[in-house]
């Protein structure tokens, strides 16, 4: 059974820092692109960070020149590198990734179940 299971969430106050991890486990063919949504109480689902398997990376607007994605593919592990962060940061973040597992016919999307981010003072 694939899984991808998050870490590093915590509190922290707002200018520090913080780094969230995610690795995907399991009977897998391969991992294509990873990514990080983040969901803050009261708002939808919003994209935070992607990169493709060769390192292609995208970010939400908001997050440019503060986050920072990377992965490990042999480790199949997705790093989010959060610096400088605010109150309105605030949320539970969300591993994504597009991969194969060996038990499936094509590519899927999987989700992992979320790590908390609270920045406070």
């Known amino acids: 059974q694939v899984q991808l299971v998050e870490s590093g969430g915590d509190l922290v106050q707002p200018g520090g820092s913080l780094r969230l991890s995610c690795t995907a486990s399991?009977?897998?063919?391969?991992?294509?692109?990873m990514g990080w949504y983040r969901q803050a109480p009261g708002k939808q689902r919003e994209l935070v960070a992607a990169?493709?398997?060769?390192?292609?990376?995208n970010y939400a607007d908001s997050m440019k020149g503060r986050f920072t994605i990377y992965r490990d593919n042999a480790k199949n592990t997705v790093y989010l590198q959060m610096n400088s962060l605010k109150t309105e940061d605030t949320a539970v973040y969300y591993c994504?990734?597009?991969?194969?597992?060996?038990?499936?016919?094509?590519?899927?999307?999987?989700w992992g179940k979320g790590t908390l981010v609270t920045v406070s003072s």
């Open positions: 994504t990734a597009g991969l194969w597992a060996t038990c499936e016919l094509a590519p899927m999307d999987y």
């Open positions: 399991g009977s897998i063919f391969s991992i294509n692109a």
């Open positions: 990169i493709s398997f060769s390192g292609i990376t």
